[in-house]
């Protein structure tokens, strides 16, 4: 299965690279666009609206590849973001009201979108759905999703860990309902295959979160690997493991600036990076593409943008790149 789902990749990189040579944004020359009776480039305008809170690192790298993608394609990008489901819902309805040429969103809690979402595709408007909820975009009339498999990534996070001799594994999922960290944890316990439990934090709250780390850790000895599943969790954790005096072995998922330094200085075994960036830039291209020329990509599945690992091998290398808040 993993040679098709790097085509999938691939066959956006393509229309990416053609895209990004057009001047203005347009795909059929100066007066009309090539196909789909929309305006080009400069004359459209998409709505990104995430669920991600305003300052997280992971959410300002979705930002900032969505802003990129409309500057090189002469496109108009409003970035928007509310953790609160039923208000990101408003947000998209609001879009709709505009009359956007394109929504981008994420789905943490599809149910609590899906009125939403589903009024914008009646409208004519094409949606492109980004990092959670990939399993539910063709059902509510996305024309394509952008992300990771988060089983397959908990899969591969969780065979990372058994491969490190850890033999009992906490999960932390710091926020409640989130179906893709849910995926997460259950894809890391089916790839680790041994002593497996969970721990549900506040990501509002990370020194409570590290508190109950601590407390869980000195509560239980025998957990030797904790995997978080955010970057700035992740940071705690490595806290939380030494007020514990355990010699956990720290995992993550998702970058910032203190899990590489924590990657390099040992404090962090690995992250699993989903490559963030590509959430943002690529469904804007998706967009114009299917707003100029009644493009798709995927073929009704997920372009995948992870997992990679990040770690002591390679962490150099993407140091400078996360530096520049493009990993």
Known sequence: MAAPKRLLALA??????????????????????AGGGAAAGGDLTFSVITHGAAGDAFWDVVQNGAEAAGEDLGIEVDYQSDGDPQRQAQLIDAAVNQDVDGIVVSMANP???????????????????????????????????????ERIAGQGAGTRLAEEGAGSVLCVIHE??????????????????????TLQVDINDLPGAQSAITSALQSDPA?????????????????????????????????????????????????VDQQQYEQGYLPIVMLQLYAENLNTVGGGQPVLTGPGIVDAGNVDEIADLASAGTR
């Open 12 to 33: 956006v990189a393509a229309p990416l690279l053609l895209a990004s040579c057009t001047t203005g944004g347009g795909g059929g020359g100066d007066d009309e666009p």
């Open 111 to 149: 149910d609590a979108l899906q009125d939403s979402i589903e009024g914008a595709v009646e409208a004519g408007i094409p949606v492109v759905t980004i990092n959670s909820g990939g399993e539910r975009a063709t059902e509510f009339g996305a024309i394509g999703h952008v992300g990771q498999d």
């Open 176 to 197: 409640a309902g989130n179906v893709g960290l849910d995926q997460r944890c259950a894809g890391a316990a089916e790839g680790f295959g041994g002593t497996f439990e």
């Open 223 to 271: 957990i030797d690997g904790v995997l978080t599943l955010n970057s700035a969790v992740a940071a705690v954790a490595a806290e939380a493991a030494q007020d514990a005096g355990s010699d956990a072995r720290i995992a993550t998922f998702d970058l910032n600036e203190d899990v590489i330094a924590g990657i390099q200085d040992g404090s962090i075994a690995f992250a």
